[in-house]
């Protein structure tokens, strides 16, 4: 939660913002958005590549000209990367919280600060009760993509399992298996988890040997 102690910010869902995505910005710049983007349930407008990240803000401050706000205007998180500029809102809970003024207040605050430069692209993290993209209809029209905090952890363990897979290669991918569970860990801490079902847990031996079987009909005779 480095970020969110250095902008005082401590209550509701920036703790959370702060801890999860400062630890997976650590990540390579391919996967971070590969997470991302998978972790989005209508994601077909996305794009697949997004390019080196050239800079990241957490709550940066915009021109509130022409929103609803008096002052400032405040997403979470803005990524710039070389193909698109991104845009994150995010809300504490995963079944509310989110609001289409506040997502048409940051969209028109961020062409007061950068115009017209890149595609933006902007992601609802948590707070969404209905999961299907929105359009926000002002000049251009922004699609307003939404994830779960769920999802996104889905997808942090589902490429932690591939690199715990072997053949494991050494050096860069045990790097990226640390930076996978430091980031799985950080959803924990903040109360989301992630169910591995029975079918999905790899053992080396069945679970349940023939012989249990016959000691347990034993029982009945």
Not at 127 to 132: V, Y
Not at 143 to 165: F, G, H
Not at 177 to 206: C, M, Q, S
Request: aromatic residues 14%.
């Amino acid at each position: 939660m480095i970020y969110s102690t250095y902008h005082h910010k401590d209550t509701y869902e920036d703790p959370k913002t702060s801890s999860v995505f400062e630890t997976m910005l650590m990540l390579p710049d391919e996967l971070f958005w590969s997470v991302l983007r998978t972790a989005c349930f209508d994601n077909e407008n996305l794009p697949l590549v997004a390019g080196q990240i050239e800079d990241y803000q957490f709550w940066p401050h915009w021109d509130a000209s022409d929103t609803s706000n008096s002052i400032l205007v405040e997403p979470d998180l803005f990524i710039r990367f070389q193909a698109f500029d991104l845009i994150i809102e995010a809300k504490f809970s995963d079944n509310s919280g989110q609001y289409s003024q506040q997502w048409k207040n940051e969209i028109t605050a961020y062409s007061n600060e950068y115009g017209n430069e890149k595609p933006v692209y902007f992601i609802a993290v948590g707070g969404n009760a209905e999961k299907a993209t929105e359009i926000i209809a002002l000049s251009d029209g922004v699609a307003v993509n939404k994830c779960t905090w769920l999802s996104v952890l889905i997808q942090v363990s589902k490429m932690r399992d591939e690199y715990e897979a072997p053949p494991m290669i050494p050096n860069i991918l045990s790097s990226v298996l640390r930076i996978l569970n430091l980031t799985e860990l950080a959803f924990n801490i903040n109360g989301v988890y992630n169910i591995h079902w029975f079918d999905g847990i790899k053992t080396a031996k069945p679970l349940i040997s023939p012989y249990s079987f016959t000691t347990f009909k034993s029982f009945f005779r």
